[in-house]
């Protein structure tokens, strides 16, 4: 469901820009507000969530989409841990439609999905095994890599039950905008892909934008 944000830019805590194949790891505190805002438009933010409290309990996605009944977010969805616990809520989304479904990008699924040669491209997992392994205060490491989000990301389902990979919905300056519920660390691969039209080919920067 479209909902427009009343936060201001003006009166954000930061703002981070996170260029295509670039990571943003750092910790949401419970209460603020997080935009990821997708500056040139069909770019997808790969995106994982742990709670910083306790690290070994994170997003899940089964449990995210059994409890709303609904594979696809937007506002409103409630960001569920594998402890069934509120991490976040959307609580608005100029894009209207974020897939929790296709997993992230890997060499390896690049090799099986488009061809060997592939297998040295950057790849969102890369993204994320690199912000672990130079963050390693929070803790975390490459067994810590679970379900995740695709923001952005259109992955519809089709009438016969499969997955495709489509075009992007988003535009340039469109919005999502979660409330965290607790101190949740965010790791969010800003996707390199050049394979698939989940960003139209021409990987771009997003911006984080934190409120209190
Ligand atoms: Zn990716």
Not at 66 to 88: A, C, F, H, P
Not at 104 to 114: D, G, K, L, P, Q
Not at 131 to 145: P, S
Request: include cysteine; hydrophobic fraction near 35%; proline fraction near 4%.
């Amino acid at each position: 469901m479209i909902v427009e944000s009343p936060l201001k830019t003006e009166s954000a805590l930061y703002s981070n820009a996170v260029p295509a194949g670039d990571y943003f790891m750092k910790v949401v505190k419970k209460g603020q507000t997080m935009r990821i805002l997708d500056l040139k438009g069909n770019q997808a933010a790969d995106t994982l969530f742990y709670n910083a409290n306790e690290p070994a309990e994170r997003y899940s996605a089964v449990d995210t989409i059994r409890e709303q009944g609904n594979v696809y977010l937007s506002t409103g969805s409630k960001i569920l841990s594998d402890q069934g616990n509120v991490m976040l809520e959307i609580v608005a989304d100029t894009c209207g439609r974020h897939d929790t479904l296709g997993g992230a990008c890997a060499t390896e699924s690049n090799t099986v999905r488009y061809a060997i040669d592939k297998k040295c491209m950057h790849a969102c997992r890369d993204s994320w095994l690199l912000a672990v392994a130079e963050n390693e205060h929070y803790g975390l490491t490459k067994r810590d890599i679970t379900h995740n989000i695709n923001f952005f990301m259109n992955v519809p389902v089709t009438e016969e039950g499969g997955l495709t990979f489509e075009d992007g919905i988003s535009a340039p300056g469109k919005y999502v905008e979660l409330k965290a519920h607790m101190d949740v660390i965010v790791l969010l691969s800003n996707c390199p892909q050049l394979n698939n039209p989940c960003n139209a080919y021409n990987p771009t920067p997003v911006e984080v934008i934190v409120w209190n």
